[in-house]
Every structure is written in C-alpha cells, then in structure tokens.
C-alpha cells in the first residue's frame, strides 16, 4: 500500500508559478512511477505530467510543455510538478498518482493504469 499526500496548491495571477509536491510513504518509491492529473468540475480527469522511476523519462500533455516540469526525489520519497508561466485554463484540482514499475521506464497517460492516488491540491489561477 502507497500512501500519497498532495501539497502546494493554491491561488495565483496568471503568469505565476506553483511548486506541487506528492510525498508518498508505505513502500519504496523508487518502484513507481509518477504521474500528474488534474481535473475541473465538469470535466474529464486530464494528463499532466509522468516521471519514471528514477527520473530518467518523463512525459508531458502538449499543453503543459515548456511550462510544468515533473522531478522526483527518491531520498524524500517525494514527485514535484514545477507550473510556471501559468494561465486560468491551469485551473484545477492536481492529483499525483503511483504505478508499480520495478523493471520499466515506459509512461503511461492513462489514470486507469495508476494503482495509488492522492487526494489533490486545488491550484487556481486569476485572471
């Protein structure tokens, strides 16, 4: 069982930054892999962002790139999305989520893949 708690949200003028972070505990982190949802009232749960499991690949919704960027840090059992450059169409609650993955590097966009998730951050962003 992996335990993941979500931290870092908030609210921002567009333009700005926010740094998520997932600090997961329960089992080793290094087997899993990372990814970042978000999801809007209304709307379908979306990709974000993955990380491997050491952090040597990492994924990104067209969106998001050149903006967010996914790390991790296996010694703080910890996955950061760094959001920079930020618009109201960021608007959302974050949710970090964890795939067993003790032999791959491949990522996957899809939450049904996903074993264990956190309960979200709420980012918002103003106009």
């Known amino acids: 069982q992996v335990q993941l708690v979500e931290s870092g949200g908030g609210l921002v003028q567009a333009g700005g930054s926010l740094r998520l972070s997932c600090a997961a505990s329960?089992?080793?982190?290094?087997?899993?892999?990372m990814g970042w949802f978000r999801k809007n009232p209304g709307k379908e749960r979306e990709f974000v962002a993955a990380?491997?499991?050491?952090?040597?690949?990492?994924d990104y919704e067209d969106s998001v790139k050149g903006r967010f960027t996914s790390s991790r840090d296996n010694a703080q059992n910890t996955v950061y999305l760094q959001t920079n450059s930020l618009t109201p169409e960021d608007t959302a609650v974050y949710y970090c989520?964890?795939?067993?993955?003790?032999?791959?590097?491949?990522?996957?966009?899809?939450?049904?893949?996903?074993?264990?998730w956190g309960q979200g951050t709420q980012v918002t962003v103003s106009s």
């Open positions: 329960g089992r080793t982190f290094s087997v899993y892999a």
């Open positions: 990380v491997s499991r050491y952090g040597s690949n990492s």
């Open positions: 989520a964890a795939v067993f993955s003790p032999l791959s590097d491949r990522l996957s966009r899809l939450g049904n893949v996903y074993d264990y």
